[in-house]
């Protein structure tokens, strides 16, 4: 009698988006797929690099103290600008997909879940702790790549925020402007702004109080 031919076990059909595609989808990913298979999301980022998918959890209160700060005055001195501010929101370059954390763009992302990177004219980044390659080396060099005309960089490291300015020239970002905290930091492209770096932190929250066990005598 002869034996059935094997029959691999074909892959899960996809029905709605869910990160569990993520355990079974093994070709390389684009920014389009991402889009079409991951849920929306307002927890970990999800962006497409060179056809790998990354996940990154949330930074600390810090690095959002900072964020939104910053954006607040940021997005005044951009509008008067006639340009278009937006936190974490999905830019596509090519096949990759980033979510900076600040996004500048020439032209309003309204009704939209994408904008093109070639409506970007600054990409910021907030260095975090643990991805500080990849906020001070690696982005910078792919925002270039695409021809992103600025880009600003804060680093909160020991608690002494810095802000600095680049601009593309011949490929390449150069620093344009910086400030520390307890200075002014001052640009004039691709709009006017200033601010104290320090303003951009709260206060420092206490010390956590190790948890005391209660004894036999206390219960």
């Known amino acids: 009698m002869a034996q059935a031919a094997f029959a691999p076990e074909p892959a899960p059909q996809h029905t709605e988006p869910s990160f569990d595609v993520l355990g079974w989808h093994d070709e390389p990913w684009t920014a389009q797929l991402a889009l079409d298979l991951l849920p929306e999301t307002n927890g970990p980022k999800v962006e ?6 990354i996940v990154t959890p949330h930074a ?3 690095h959002q103290d900072a964020e939104l700060d910053l954006a607040y005055h940021l997005k005044q001195a951009a509008r008067r600008a006639k340009l278009w501010l937006y936190l974490e929101t999905n830019v596509v370059s090519g096949e990759d997909l980033f979510i900076p954390d600040i996004v ?3 032209a309003p992302g309204g009704g939209r879940t994408t904008m093109d990177i070639g409506h970007a004219v600054l990409l910021g980044e907030i260095v975090s702790p643990g991805n500080r390659r990849k906020d001070i080396i690696d982005r910078p060099r792919e925002y270039a790549s695409a021809g992103v005309p600025f880009f600003l960089r804060v680093d909160l490291r020991n608690r002494v925020p810095t802000i600095a300015l680049y601009e593309l020239i011949e490929g390449e970002y150069r620093p344009v402007a910086a400030a520390a905290a307890g200075t002014r930091f001052v640009m004039r492209e691709p709009f006017e702004f ?3 770096p320090g303003d951009l932190l709260g ?3 206490a010390p956590t109080e190790p ?3 209660s004894t036999d005598e206390e219960a």
Do not use: F, N
């Open 203 to 205: 206060e420092e929250a």
């Open 104 to 106: 500048i763009l020439d």
């Open 48 to 53: 497409v690099l060179s056809g790998s998918v």
């Open 211 to 213: 948890v005391r066990e």
């Open 194 to 196: 200033s601010i104290d």
């Open 60 to 62: 600390g209160y810090d």
